[in-house]
């Protein structure tokens, strides 16, 4: 736990969800500045919390054994990129430390966010809801309509999202998750947003709340994407993916489309 940003007095007492919830934050070594405003941020709610020391893009190099890349250019259809490998794989050891922990829950972080003040509350609101979810998003830098399901507080609910939502920064999982992150999710096959988002291929459900608790809007210039755009992309054919994605989004919304309406209709 990296609770160490201000004296143990000054300190809020430790929240109950974290007796049920491992968080994780995942941060560059080159990036002090952003772990300690973090560390400020989850103090401040009482969040006992994991540094995860990222994989720097910076310092791989290819081929590596964590990455697929003959799937990642039949499904993504760009060069390899080191950046997204190391994103990628910092996900996947948050879920492998979870899994090695006794926790029910985990809440992965990356370290460019904004929380609403009710965070915790909500937090505690959504176990109580552990049922209805094996991922629930906090977070998305996409704008697509997301369809309410079921009251959370006061001012938030859980809801489903038929069209494709990019960005990982924050989200809570259960331990079935974690395995399908650790598991059925390497090699890395796609940018880890894009993998993370067709849960519904392995039988997972996900959820988002609504409205978003958590924004990556505090630092948009985020080391991540400025180490991909500093590396040349470039497409390789891209009509060569459209089947695969064509296909992808048609599975999305159909077996997402049959869980709201079973969720409405059972409500």
Not at 40 to 48: I, N, Q, V, Y
Not at 69 to 90: D, K, M, Q, V
Not at 147 to 157: I, N, Q, Y
């Amino acid at each position: 736990m990296n609770m160490r940003t201000a004296p143990a007095a000054l300190m809020p007492a430790l929240h109950p969800v974290s007796l049920r919830v491992n968080t994780y934050l995942i941060n560059l070594d080159r990036a002090p500045l952003r772990r300690f405003r973090m560390e400020r941020l989850l103090a401040s709610f009482g969040l006992a919390f994991e540094r995860v020391a990222a994989v720097d893009g910076a310092g791989l190099s290819l081929p590596h054994p964590g990455f697929d890349e003959a799937a990642y250019l039949s499904r993504h259809g760009r060069r390899p990129n080191p950046f997204e490998i190391g994103c990628y794989l910092s996900h996947v050891e948050c879920a492998k430390r979870f899994l090695g922990s006794h926790a029910e829950f985990a809440l992965i972080l990356e370290d460019d966010l904004d929380f609403d003040d009710d965070l915790a509350e909500l937090l505690e609101a959504a176990l109580e809801h552990q049922a209805r979810w094996d991922i629930l998003r906090l977070s998305t830098v996409s704008s697509g309509k997301k369809h309410k399901v079921e009251p959370l507080t006061a001012s938030r609910s859980l809801a489903i999202a038929l069209t494709r939502e990019k960005g990982s920064g924050a989200y809570l999982i259960n331990r079935k998750a974690a395995g399908w992150i650790a598991d059925m999710l390497m090699p890395m096959r796609l940018p880890y947003d894009l993998a993370f988002d067709l849960e519904f291929d392995d039988g997972l459900s996900a959820c988002f709340v609504d409205p978003l608790p958590v924004s990556q809007r505090a630092d948009p210039c985020s080391q991540i994407q400025a180490g991909l755009s500093t590396y040349r992309l470039g497409r390789r054919r891209p009509w060569s993916v459209l089947p695969y994605r064509t296909a992808a989004e048609v599975r999305r919304f159909a077996r997402r489309f049959r869980r709201l309406a079973a969720w409405r209709v059972s409500g």
